[in-house]
């Protein structure tokens, strides 16, 4: 046997002798963990804020895209296309006019993502159905609704001339359990609608 693998066997001149196995003490750990509950408990309100207000901010914009859809539509199919908004159920869709078409393959209907809230803010004065006024427009705008589903939804018409009905609401008041608030409103030239902070 060699001197060197006697030194070996004995262990004194091994390379991993004085290699100590060093871990976390139970004391570490519990503390490690209590830091990092302190850091989530204070960054989980400012993160919920965060989604909230990026789930509204879509939400209005699919509103929004929905607005433009069924204008171009109106414009481009000749058919008068209703946005329909049911505020107690959290859904909306759009749909061509039932009077004129019987039935429409495009339709579409959505439904507002959790905690959100849509209501329906109508601020001009609709003359009754039987009175004529301003032409063809309040002519269109009384026409008699066949769709009983959606009969008496509050509905935003847009006309094939690619203007907004009158008798359309003004505005729609997106809002967040949070208290986030976002309003879709028509322009100032009542020609589309539009994203707003406030109702002003």
């Not at 000749?78 to 959290?90: C, E, I, K, S, Y």
């Not at 309040?138 to 959606?150: E, G, K, M, W």
Request: charged fraction near 20%; hydrophobic fraction near 40%.
């Amino acid at each position: 046997m060699t001197s060197s693998s006697v030194q070996s066997a004995g262990g004194s001149a091994s390379p991993f002798a004085h290699c100590e196995r060093r871990g976390f003490t139970l004391i570490e750990l519990i503390l490690v963990m209590a830091l990092l509950t302190i850091v989530i408990s204070l960054t989980a309100p400012k993160l919920s804020r965060f989604f909230h207000g990026r789930t509204l901010d879509s939400e209005a914009r699919r509103l929004l895209a929905l607005t433009r859809s069924g204008q171009s539509r109106a414009v481009s199919e000749g058919v008068p296309m209703d946005l329909w908004v049911d505020a107690g159920q959290g859904t909306f869709g759009l749909e061509a006019e039932p009077s004129y078409e019987t039935s429409d393959p495009k339709a579409v209907d959505f439904t507002l993502d959790s905690g959100l809230q849509l209501e329906v803010v109508n601020k001009t004065v609709v003359a009754p159905a039987n009175t004529m006024n301003r032409g063809r427009q309040a002519s269109i705008a009384s026409t008699p609704r066949v769709n009983l589903v959606h009969a008496s939804l509050p509905t935003i018409r847009f006309l094939p001339d690619g203007s907004i009905s009158e008798s359309s609401p003004q505005m729609l008041h997106l809002t967040s359990g949070d208290g986030g608030s976002l309003w879709l409103a028509q322009s100032r030239d009542a020609l589309n609608y539009e994203i707003r902070n406030t109702d002003k």
